[in-house]
């Protein structure tokens, strides 16, 4: 079974950074793209940026150049570092994967989440 975990959430001031890191671990034979979406109190879960596995990114129009996502192939992990941050990125912050596990089948995988608040 492949888990995802992430870290790296807190409380920050506006203008503050963060870097987020999600795990996966389990059986795993490779991992394609990489996600990190996050869902505020009241709204949708949106999608913040994805990273493929040649390493191309995408980011949503609200957090380009302030956040930068990025990965570990060999650690199976994928980072978020976030800077400038501001009282709208509050959120929970999901990692969200496609996974060939054992069986050599894409699934994909979420993580619990992790909470990110910005004062102001």
């Known amino acids: 079974q492949v888990q995802l975990a992430e870290s790296g959430g807190g409380l920050v001031q506006a203008g503050e950074s963060l870097r987020l890191s999600c795990a996966a671990s389990?059986?795993?034979?490779?991992?394609?793209?990489m996600r990190w979406y996050r869902q505020a109190p009241g709204k949708q879960r949106e999608l913040v940026a994805f990273i493929t596995s040649a390493l191309s990114t995408n980011y949503a129009d609200s957090v380009k150049g302030r956040f930068t996502i990025s990965r570990d192939n060999a650690k199976n992990t994928v980072y978020l570092q976030m800077n400038s941050l501001k009282p709208d990125d509050t959120a929970i912050y999901y990692c969200?994967?496609?996974?060939?596990?054992?069986?050599?089948?894409?699934?994909?995988?979420w993580g619990q989440g992790t909470q990110v608040t910005v004062s102001s």
């Open positions: 969200n994967a496609d996974v060939a596990d054992y069986s050599d089948t894409y699934r994909n995988y």
């Open positions: 389990g059986i795993i034979l490779r991992i394609n793209r």
